[in-house]
């Protein structure tokens, strides 16, 4: 089984201020884990990926996520925030073998940018 | 092309009437998904195609009907829904399903209200 959570449903910060969005996951066997981003009444759009190729991730827009295996984390930064960011995230993971269709999500976190 | 295309945009039905959704990709993609989301949920899984053949459902029930005519188009029938079903339904599609870290691409989605 796997699961995601993800820590403040909501989250604000000042524009110009350090974005950091809190993914922990769970899976019995090793994961790939997820970032997207969605706009209101828009589709889901992946920021980045991990699958075991490096433990630091850069994705689209400025954001990165560390794979912290001890920790079981997947936290998603980016150093400064623009107006433009607003938006709801989900952290997800995936995995290998039986099962490997399914893209757990957490429960997203909205993320509001204050002028 | 990396797009999935959805129509359309919105749509506004009774409980006894009939309609589908379309869902279009030019990727090369084996693999194509349907997902239901509620507001300020993450997406829910419905079904899975397989290189053409439905490979999982997810004990959706038969009011919805998927189809997959060609490796590029899904369509989801709809019929005799209820209100709880109004929701946006996504499409989203993967190189295949049986490898966990081929991310998923979404479309726009179809905002559905059932009247």
């Given at each position: 089984a796997q699961s995601v959570t993800q820590l403040g449903s909501h989250v604000s910060v000042s524009e110009g201020a350090l974005v950091l969005l809190r993914c922990n996951y769970s899976s019995s066997v090793p994961p790939y884990l997820f970032w997207y981003v969605q706009y209101p009444n828009q589709g889901l759009q992946l920021l980045l990926k991990y699958?075991?190729?490096?433990t630091l991730v850069k994705g689209i827009n400025g954001f990165e996520a560390e794979f912290k295996k001890s920790e079981t984390s997947f936290h998603l930064t980016k150093p400064s925030a623009h107006m433009s960011d607003a938006a709801e995230y989900f952290c997800a993971v995936s995995r290998s073998g039986a099962g490997s269709y399914q893209l757990t999500f957490g429960k997203g976190t909205k993320l509001s940018v204050i002028p | 092309d990396t797009e999935v295309t959805q129509t359309p945009k919105h749509l506004v039905m009774g409980m006894t009437n009939k309609k589908s959704l379309k869902c279009e990709q030019h990727?090369?993609?084996r693999a194509m998904y349907w997902y239901k989301q509620k507001a300020k949920k993450p997406p829910e899984l419905m079904f899975v195609y397989s290189y053409e053949k439905?490979?999982?459902?997810?004990?959706?029930?038969?009011?919805f009907s998927p189809e997959c005519p060609n490796s590029s188009l899904l369509n989801l029938h709809l019929h005799a829904?209820?209100?709880?079903?109004?929701a946006l339904y996504l499409c989203a599609s993967s190189q295949?399903?049986?490898?966990?870290?081929n991310e998923q691409f979404f479309g726009p989605g179809t905002r559905l209200t059932v009247l």
């Open positions: 699958t075991s190729a490096a | 990727m090369g993609h439905l490979s999982i459902n997810e004990s959706v029930p038969s009011r829904l209820q209100p709880e079903d109004s295949d399903s049986g490898a966990g870290f």
